[in-house]
């Protein structure tokens, strides 16, 4: 009974992970379609296109969380395994304590709070990077205000407040981190070429979808969806960055006009 419980659990878990793990790779594929500048609905992308999509945001999720794990880890052991009010009641100063351990807060709120306030000044451009850090933050604020009082708190279950606190938070850092891995590829100056039946066509390779290309051609700042039906192989273009790489790249290279290639 005990192993056939054990094996519902692990299937519950598994299906429960399936699931957020498709939701966070839509929301990683919009977000990083949304600073390309494309709509997800015009997008010919598959079920198979968002789950390779969890291929490039779940390792750095996972890692993220391991190092919280094992930050909190550390944090339990120092502090002997006592609670929060525990620790307040402990101290020969309880209301310093109390301040003071809440103290590196109100920094955070700060901090979250300060692209807001540099997105009214249009000269200022607040980073990718900073939104993403200070998104969640400010969502972690709003929840702590929405759940705040006695009340509200009394008729909420713990597994709706988790959920509700924790979710959204993850969500917007998916969201914005698709949003610079757009940002990234768009700022990439690797040309890739593919070589069709009767031409071939060259631009920035930013996605590669199951049927689809995803190409942003810079010259002409424009984007296409080059269906891979077409195409009997593509390859990058190497650039001389200096005399000694072209040598390089030339030897490694000659005959061919770039490195790697793949075929159809």
């Not at 494309?38 to 969890?54: G, I, K, Q």
């Not at 502090?79 to 955070?108: A, D, M, N």
């Not at 000269?123 to 990718?128: E, F, G």
């Not at 969806?225 to 077409?230: D, G, I, M, N, V």
Request: hydrophobic letters at 45%; glycine letters at 4%.
């Amino acid at each position: 009974m005990a192993l056939k419980d054990l094996t519902e659990s692990w299937a519950t878990l598994l299906s429960i992970f399936t699931a957020s793990a498709i939701v966070l790779s839509v929301t990683y594929d919009f977000g990083y379609l949304l600073f390309v500048g494309v709509s997800l609905s015009e997008v010919p992308t598959t079920l198979a296109d968002h789950v390779r999509s969890s291929l490039v945001w779940l390792p750095y999720l996972l890692i993220a969380m391991f190092i919280v794990f094992i930050y909190e880890l550390i944090n339990t052991r120092i502090e002997g395994g006592l609670t929060e009010e525990e620790i307040v009641q402990s101290s020969p100063f309880p209301r310093f304590t109390y301040w003071f351990r809440r103290s590196p807060l109100y920094l955070w709120a700060a901090l979250a709070l300060l692209p807001s306030t540099l997105f009214l000044f249009k000269d200022i451009v607040v980073p990718l990077k900073y939104w993403a850090i200070s998104t969640p933050c400010v969502w972690l604020i709003l929840h702590s205000w929405f759940f705040g009082h006695a009340r509200i708190q009394k008729r909420t279950t713990e597994e709706f407040y988790t959920l509700s606190k924790w979710v959204p938070g993850v969500m917007m850092i998916v969201f914005f981190f698709g949003a610079i891995s757009a940002e990234s590829s768009v700022k990439n100056e690797r040309q890739h070429t593919f070589e069709l039946q009767n031409e071939t066509v060259s631009g920035v390779l930013l996605r590669s979808y199951d049927k689809y290309f995803l190409l942003w051609k810079k010259d002409e700042d424009s984007y296409i969806f080059l269906p891979s039906s077409l195409v009997r192989r593509f390859y990058l273009e190497r650039k001389n960055e200096s005399n000694r790489e072209g040598r390089v790249s030339n030897q490694v290279n000659q005959g061919k006009p770039g490195h790697p290639i793949f075929t159809f």
